[in-house]
């Protein structure tokens, strides 16, 4: 199952809200993970199950979608949220990851 | 507080073997809970899954650009968890991390070892 995330770069400002995307080429229900991955560092599970926070997640982090098209969202943009986000499909073997999306500072 | 810390990445040869560890505290991989899994990010790449050992530690799935030369594996009396690597080639150069496993998804991870395939 390939993911396609998108943007590749979302350039924002803190305070502004980030919305980014992940597709998969085929319905994978909603065992649909997201990730964060700071330079330097290990991932950090956000978000599992389409829509449900890793325990420590800020509320600011929630995840949407089931079938095809998910969506991670950041209501306001932290300093400390500038990364690479990762989404990651269990729903079959081989598990995948998508390309990721990294939020830069604008 | 779980952590996980791998070791053994290091410079190897093309054709050449390594073996990744990963030593596990805060939960018992006796438990029959969680699974671990090993994941792989090439320089300035994305994250690759490379393979992940059940929770029972009897049944492994691996990526299938690593099928048939590496073996995951684990030893409940050291709570640790291993990756045997043989059989390397340029496009295996990455860090490899691991991570517990719960339904396929992955949380935890360690800091990540560096394996470096190059003549």
């Known amino acids: 199952i390939v993911l396609t995330q998108s943007p590749v770069t979302l350039s924002l400002s803190p305070g502004e809200r980030a919305t980014l995307s992940c597709r998969a080429s085929?319905?994978?229900?909603?065992?649909l993970a997201w990730y964060q991955q700071k330079p330097g560092q290990a991932p950090r599970l956000l978000v599992y199950d389409a829509s449900n926070r890793a325990p420590g997640i800020p509320a600011r982090f929630s995840g949407s979608g089931s079938g095809t098209d998910f969506t991670l969202t950041i209501s306001s943009l932290e300093p400390e949220d500038f990364a690479v986000y990762h989404c990651?499909?269990?729903?079959?073997?081989?598990?995948?990851f998508g390309g990721g999306t990294r939020v830069e500072l604008k | 507080e779980v952590q996980l810390l791998e070791s053994g990445g290091g410079l190897v040869q093309p054709g050449g073997s390594l073996r990744l560890s990963c030593a596990v505290s805060?939960?018992?991989?006796?438990?029959?809970?969680?699974?671990m899994t090993w994941v792989r990010q090439a320089p300035g790449q994305g994250l690759e899954w490379v393979a992940t050992l059940g929770d029972t530690g009897d049944i492994s799935y691996y990526a299938d650009s690593v099928k048939g030369r590496f073996t995951v594996s684990r030893d409940t009396s050291k709570n640790t968890v291993s990756l045997q690597m043989n059989s390397l080639r340029d496009d295996d150069t990455a860090v490899y991390y691991c991570?517990?496993?719960?339904?396929?998804?992955?949380?935890?991870w360690g800091q990540g070892t560096l394996v470096t395939v190059s003549s």
């Open positions: 990651q499909q269990r729903n079959r073997w081989p598990l995948t």
């Open positions: 805060g939960f018992t991989l006796s438990s029959n809970i969680y699974g």
């Open positions: 991570a517990r496993s719960y339904y396929n998804r992955f949380d935890p």
């Open positions: 085929e319905t994978i229900s909603t065992f």
